[in-house]
C-alpha cells in the first residue's frame, strides 16, 4: 500500500515540477473541465462491522482504480467554486492469502463502479496552484462473485453515501492541469440488485468505508 501511495504521488510531482510545458501567466481556473482518473483504492468494513475478534479476517480490498471526470469551475479571483462528476471503476477484490480469506464483511466480492458527484471550493495559493476541498454524493457496485458448482450468479451490492476529500490542482497552461488528490467515502445504505425477474431488495444498512489517493491529468475549455 505505501508503496504505491509513494508511486502515484511521485508520478503527479514529477509532472507538476516538469519544465515541458511553458506557464502561462494568464492561466485562470475558470470554465469546463474533463481528466482522467489513476489512483489507489481501498474499501474497508466501517467500525460497526469490523472483524476485531478474528485476526485472521483481514476485512479489507484494495486495488488500482481508474476513470473520468467532468467539471466547470468558477474563479472569483482568490477564490474558486465548481462543480464535478466522476465515473471510476477498480481492480480490487477480496483474495485467499496464506490461506486467509479477506472477508470484507460481505462475502466474496469485486468493486465495481463508482458514480460520483460534488462541488468543490480552493484558494489559488499561487496564480498557477489550487488548493481545495470537495465534497458530495456517491454510489457505488459491488459484484457478488457466486456459483452453486452449476450456476454462476450475477448480483451487485448498490451502496449510496458521502463523499469528502481535498487536494491541490496545478495548472500547466491555460488549458491543462494536473491533480493529486486524496479522499475518503463512507456508504451507509445498500441494496442487491438481481439480474432477470427478480426483484431487488429492500434498503438495508451498512457501513463501508474508502479511502483513495488519486492523480489526474486533464484539460480546460
Do not use: C, W
Not at 502561462?24 to 482518473?37: H, K, L, M, N, Q
Not at 480490487?92 to 470484507?104: I, L, M, N, Q, R
Not at 460520483?116 to 457496485?141: C, E, H, S, V
Request: hydrophobic share 40%; charged share 25%.
Amino acid at each position: 500500500m505505501k508503496k504505491t501511495v509513494a508511486f502515484l504521488a511521485g508520478i503527479s510531482l514529477s509532472a507538476i515540477a516538469a519544465p515541458a510545458f511553458a506557464q502561462d501567466s494568464d492561466a485562470t481556473f475558470t470554465g469546463p473541465r474533463v481528466e482522467g482518473i489513476i489512483g489507489y483504492d481501498i474499501a474497508t468494513a466501517g467500525s460497526s462491522v469490523d472483524d476485531d475478534i478474528n485476526q485472521d479476517n483481514d476485512q479489507s480490498i484494495d486495488g488500482l482504480m481508474y476513470g473520468v471526470a467532468v467539471g466547470y469551475d468558477v474563479d472569483l479571483g482568490g477564490v474558486v467554486v465548481g462543480a464535478e462528476a466522476e465515473l471510476t471503476d477498480s481492480t480490487a477484490k477480496t483474495e485467499f492469502t496464506d490461506g486467509d480469506f479477506e472477508g470484507f464483511g460481505f462475502g466474496n466480492v469485486r468493486a465495481g463502479r463508482d458514480l460520483y458527484f460534488g462541488a468543490r471550493a480552493g484558494i489559488k495559493a499561487a496564480p498557477d496552484m489550487l488548493l481545495y476541498a470537495k465534497g458530495g454524493y456517491t454510489n457505488a457496485k459491488f459484484d457478488i462473485l457466486s456459483n452453486d458448482g452449476t450456476t454462476e450468479y450475477n448480483q451487485d451490492i448498490d451502496t449510496d453515501g458521502f463523499r469528502v476529500g481535498a487536494g491541490a490542482e496545478y495548472a500547466m497552461s491555460t488549458n491543462s492541469f494536473v491533480k493529486l488528490e486524496y479522499r475518503y467515502s463512507n456508504y451507509s445504505k445498500a441494496e442487491v440488485d438481481f439480474d432477470g425477474d427478480l426483484a431487488d431488495t429492500d434498503r438495508f444498512d451498512v457501513d463501508l468505508d474508502r479511502h483513495q489517493v488519486v492523480a489526474s491529468y486533464g484539460f480546460r475549455f
